[in-house]
């Protein structure tokens, strides 16, 4: 009687091996680094000149001291709570219209038990392509477009806002969707249950952390994005910041910088806790 030897599981190959794709990764990305740094022609010595350096010194001293004077100040706040507002307004607004683009968009092997339209690929491409089209073009491009039809202000700003970003969150979301587990909605389809149902009692309540946690991580970025914005007549920080920046008043901007600043940092801060409290 022979007992035959386990086989040892296959390894991948180590890292330096001529058969490791993570070493040929590897070296493709520092090829495209260095004909990056090549083809851009980087003026290192001019940019650390003497000349130079002490140009940049005079134009950072230029921004103190900030200007805090009372009215402009509380123009700063009221840019500060638009600029919020904008990034709220188009964050939700995106992550409605991306959860209702990630249904049709995901596409799960298991087929329709899921409560998803796996198995509807005239559906699901088609939405796949608007997902990214949507994300492929910038905010700034989006509201420079929105511009024409919502006029200034920040109407338009939280249009863009919310047309780019359900592209981004829409393929998050169509990828939590496919990931999710699917032995709760299997359990609920072999009890009859429709695929609706399915995708609101089972597929959902698992993915639901994780859609949030994304969304909240597009809101932060969308705080940056939106003070941005400001600077093609969106509103918000943005326009005030472009505004005295042009006329050149550096005291006004290092105040609206500062502004930015705080209000990222807050947002941040927001966030982080709220993703703390939902892995807790």
Not at 258 to 269: E, R
């Amino acid at each position: 009687m022979s007992s035959s030897s386990p086989v040892p599981p296959d390894l991948p190959p180590p890292l330096l091996h001529a058969r490791s794709a993570a070493l040929w990764w590897g070296l493709g990305l520092l090829a495209l680094v260095g004909a990056s740094f090549w083809s851009l022609d980087l003026q290192w010595a001019a940019f650390f000149a003497p000349q130079a350096l002490s140009a940049m010194g005079r134009f950072v001293g230029e921004f103190f001291p900030p200007d805090l004077s009372a009215p402009f100040v509380a123009k700063v706040a009221a840019a500060t709570l638009e600029t919020l507002a904008m990034s709220a307004w188009g964050t939700l607004l995106a992550a409605v219209a991306g959860l209702v683009l990630a249904v049709p968009a995901a596409r799960r092997e298991t087929g329709p038990e899921s409560g998803l339209d796996g198995g509807r690929p005239w559906v699901r491409w088609p939405t796949r392509w608007l997902l990214n089209a949507l994300r492929a073009v910038p905010e700034l491009v989006w509201a420079a477009l929105l511009l024409i039809s919502a006029g200034l202000g920040p109407l338009a700003g939280t249009l863009a806002l919310a047309v780019h970003t359900s592209g981004v969150l829409g393929r998050l979301f169509a990828e939590a969707l496919e990931n999710a587990p699917p032995g709760p909605a299997q359990a609920l389809r072999l009890q009859g249950v429709g695929r609706w149902v399915v995708l609101a009692y089972a597929t959902l309540p698992q993915v639901l952390p994780q859609l949030l946690s994304y969304t909240l991580y597009r809101w932060e970025n969308n705080i940056r994005a939106a003070a941005v914005l400001g600077v093609v007549g969106a509103g918000g920080l943005g326009q005030l910041l472009a505004f005295h920046m042009g006329l050149f008043q550096m005291p006004r901007t290092a105040t609206i910088v500062g502004a930015m600043l705080a209000l990222v940092a807050l947002v941040d801060g927001l966030s982080y806790l709220c993703r703390r409290s939902m892995t807790r």
